[in-house]
């Protein structure tokens, strides 16, 4: 798979998805696609397969692998999952918690039949792939 390239494994996947699931993975991809191409030091993304969930990683290094998906167990979500390791979870439930629902220290859950907080999604997503950009920056 080219760096920078959408996967066609994750297109397959998606493609499986019902229609709002696939709409916001769909959303969320592009976002992902769109952030890291004007954030510097971040470029190009790899995707992948991860877990057997669409999984993104800036190939530079400078942030996280953020994964998205929606479960047949949880019909009525989708999900973003970020490193457990990470303080990202705890940071968007304590900076941009009335927008989103928080699981654990590891997922963003967002309901099927509202509509996504693109804002707030933009944000966690720009502090994922600049994750160990801003470690560098505060050591």
């Known amino acids: 798979m080219g760096i920078d390239q959408k996967s066609p494994a994750i297109t397959a996947k998606i493609a499986h998805f019902p229609d709002p699931a696939r709409e916001k993975i769909s959303r969320i991809r592009d976002m992902i696609h769109d952030l890291a191409a004007g954030l510097d030091g971040v470029g190009a993304i790899e995707e992948s397969l991860k877990w057997g969930e669409p999984a993104w990683r800036p190939i530079s290094g400078s942030g996280t692998t953020i994964r998205a998906d929606w479960k047949e167990k949880t019909p009525d979500q989708v999900m973003i999952f970020l490193d457990c390791k ?17 699981s654990g220290n590891r997922a963003v859950i967002f309901a099927l039949d509202q509509p996504l907080p693109e804002n707030a999604i933009r944000t966690l997503l720009g502090w994922a792939l600049t994750y160990h950009l801003d470690r560098k920056k505060r050591a």
């Open 86 to 102: 990470t303080d990202l979870i705890d940071r968007a439930r304590s900076l941009l918690h009335p927008e989103l629902t928080c």
